[in-house]
């Protein structure tokens, strides 16, 4: 895409502001007008964000944000809606704010159900009958439009989704354009924002590493269908008012639960007396976490703060680091071993009765699962490792050889490992071996 040909394109910053703000930048194009005798197209418009002055080494982590609204009101930058005196922060207020702190962030618009965009090519949702249509019907209703079919609701949501997804990769695969660090982009919103951004993320595939879901979540069986493993897959923070929407604490708990059972690492909060609507300096109490916790997590935004920073942290591993914990693997060294993974590390062995194998979930359970592989082949060696790290990731290629305990039979097999990292450690050990056949 030619940037410099967007005719309609501004960029402002107010004087000394630590931001840039530019306008109106297209994305793509969405089919709307679906089914009425006017079909046609129009342009996907986000803006940016970007911090000033030069950019880290590596590059600027991201933020990308979408706006609630119920899939039918809101815009990039006019998303602010009020409920019993309380009120929500705009997403592109969060941009800012976070613009200020060192991220390039972005704001999303997306069609809305209204427009009747297209179907997608194929289906997301599941459950094709069935819509949480309480709130959806009552801003219809405010907006004076007539009661929507099943069907148009289902495009309308569908639509953000995958407009949501595409901005996404169109920010990544530019990344160069804005100095952004490509393997550091989280995606979020609010609302039917924070919905686009976990089913973006979870069932259309986009590689951002976090999610942000205020007041948002996954229908429980989407979910269940689209959450699993761990390779790759990343970190989620929730929250949703004590009062809120019927139908949000369900879907914000079975996301919450989905990725707490995939080893993914989760941070779930209540808004204490709050309904859908909340503001950043809302106080908050932890539901759950698997995530290392800080006591400075008191309010909405520094809760958002906080998860950002462990989850985006500026990668710091080189090839050393498997060097090292390949000896130890060889050695039998379970001290070194721990020394080199993260606090809520995940281990994925080469066999089990899941798709991941047998999946260890925090340092006890790693733990023990790294001592398991010595127990099962107590002569164990991996020769000839080879390793690779590549900014937040990484691979080491081996042989494994050693002795079965169970039936005294020798075993030489190929093998891989892929790793994620937060920081300096591991966060991520996922095992690969080939399968002897004769």
Same mark, same amino acid.
């Given at each position: 895409?030619?940037?410099?040909?967007?005719?309609?394109?501004?960029?402002?910053?107010?004087?000394?502001?630590?931001?840039?703000?530019?306008?109106?930048?297209?994305?793509?194009?969405?089919?709307?007008?679906?089914?009425?005798?006017?079909?046609?197209?129009?342009?996907?418009?986000?803006?940016?964000?970007?911090?000033?002055? %030069?950019?880290?080494?590596?590059?600027?982590?991201?933020?990308?944000?979408? @706006?609630?609204?119920?899939?039918?009101?809101?815009?990039?930058?006019?998303?602010?809606?009020?409920?019993?005196?309380? @009120?929500?922060?705009?997403? @592109?207020?969060?941009?800012? +704010?976070? *613009?200020?702190?060192?991220?390039?962030?972005?704001?999303?618009?997306?069609?809305?159900?209204?427009? /009747?965009?297209?179907?997608?090519?194929?289906?997301?949702?599941?459950?094709?009958?069935?819509? $949480?249509?309480?709130?959806?019907?009552?801003?219809?209703?405010?907006?004076?439009?007539? %009661?929507?079919?099943?069907?148009?609701?289902?495009?309308?949501?569908?639509?953000?989704? *995958?407009?949501?997804?595409?901005?996404?990769? &169109?920010?990544?695969? &530019?990344?160069?354009?804005?100095?952004?660090?490509?393997?550091?982009?989280?995606?979020?919103?609010?609302?039917?924002?924070?919905?686009?951004?976990?089913?973006?993320?979870?069932?259309?595939?986009?590689?951002?590493?976090?999610?942000?879901?205020?007041?948002?979540?996954?229908?429980?069986?989407?979910?269940? &269908?689209?959450?699993?493993?761990?390779?790759?897959?990343?970190?989620?923070?929730?929250? !949703?008012?004590? &009062?809120?929407?019927?139908?949000?604490? %369900?879907?914000?708990? #079975?996301? #919450?639960? +989905?990725?707490?059972?995939?080893?993914?690492?989760?941070? !779930?909060?209540?808004?204490?007396?709050?309904?859908?609507?909340?503001? /950043?300096?809302?106080?908050?109490?932890?539901?759950?976490?698997?995530?290392?916790?800080?006591?400075?997590?008191?309010?909405?935004?520094?809760?958002?703060?906080?998860?950002?920073?462990? *989850?985006?942290?500026?990668?710091?591993?080189?090839?050393?680091?498997?060097?090292?914990? #390949? /000896?130890?693997?060889?050695?039998?060294?379970?001290?070194?071993?721990?020394?080199?993974?993260?606090?809520?590390?995940?281990?994925?062995?080469?066999?089990?009765?899941?798709?991941?194998?047998?999946?260890?979930?925090?340092?006890?359970?790693?733990?023990?699962?790294?001592?398991?592989?010595?127990?099962?082949?107590?002569?164990?060696?991996?020769?000839?490792?080879?390793?690779?790290? *590549?900014?937040?990731?990484?691979?080491? $290629?081996?042989?494994?050889?050693?002795?079965?305990?169970?039936?005294?039979?020798?075993?030489?097999?190929?093998?891989?490992?892929?790793?994620?990292?937060?920081?300096?450690?591991?966060?991520?050990?996922?095992?690969?071996?080939?399968?002897?056949?004769?």
């Amino acid at each position: 895409m030619n940037f410099a040909a967007q005719a309609d394109a501004s960029k402002d910053a107010g004087a000394g502001a630590p931001y840039l703000v530019e306008r109106n930048l297209c994305f793509g194009q969405g089919a709307i007008g679906h089914g009425t005798d006017r079909p046609g197209a129009r342009d996907l418009l986000m803006d940016a964000y970007l911090p000033q002055g %030069p950019a880290p080494a590596g590059g600027w982590p991201a933020l990308v944000l979408s @706006h609630g609204g119920a899939f039918h009101r809101g815009a990039k930058d006019r998303d602010e809606f009020e409920q019993g005196g309380s @009120h929500n922060t705009p997403v @592109h207020e969060y941009c800012e +704010r976070f *613009a200020a702190r060192g991220y390039a962030c972005f704001s999303i618009g997306y069609r809305l159900t209204q427009e /009747r965009p297209a179907p997608q090519p194929l289906p997301v949702k599941l459950l094709r009958d069935r819509m $949480e249509r309480d709130r959806i019907d009552w801003v219809r209703q405010l907006l004076g439009l007539p %009661p929507a079919s099943q069907q148009e609701l289902l495009d309308g949501a569908e639509a953000a989704y *995958a407009d949501v997804a595409e901005a996404f990769r &169109h920010v990544q695969s &530019h990344a160069d354009r804005w100095s952004i660090d490509p393997d550091r982009m989280a995606i979020g919103g609010f609302s039917a924002g924070g919905f686009a951004s976990a089913y973006a993320v979870f069932a259309l595939g986009v590689s951002a590493s976090a999610v942000i879901c205020l007041s948002a979540g996954m229908d429980i069986e989407d979910a269940e &269908h689209y959450v699993h493993g761990a390779r790759g897959l990343p970190p989620v923070l929730l929250f !949703h008012g004590e &009062h809120d929407l019927p139908s949000i604490p %369900p879907r914000s708990n #079975a996301l #919450a639960t +989905r990725v707490a059972a995939a080893g993914l690492g989760v941070r !779930h909060y209540l808004v204490p007396g709050k309904p859908h609507f909340y503001d /950043r300096d809302c106080a908050v109490t932890l539901l759950r976490s698997t995530l290392p916790s800080n006591d400075r997590c008191t309010t909405v935004e520094a809760a958002i703060e906080d998860f950002l920073d462990r *989850a985006l942290p500026r990668p710091s591993v080189g090839v050393e680091l498997l060097e090292r914990f #390949a /000896r130890a693997w060889s050695r039998h060294d379970i001290g070194t071993l721990m020394d080199c993974m993260a606090e809520d590390c995940v281990f994925h062995s080469g066999t089990g009765p899941e798709a991941s194998g047998t999946r260890y979930i925090g340092r006890e359970a790693v733990r023990a699962g790294f001592v398991k592989v010595w127990a099962d082949f107590p002569d164990a060696r991996w020769t000839r490792a080879r390793h690779w790290v *590549a900014g937040r990731r990484g691979v080491s $290629e081996w042989t494994f050889v050693g002795t079965r305990a169970s039936d005294g039979q020798r075993v030489e097999v190929d093998g891989c490992d892929l790793f994620l990292f937060a920081g300096d450690k591991i966060r991520v050990k996922d095992s690969w071996r080939k399968t002897r056949t004769a």
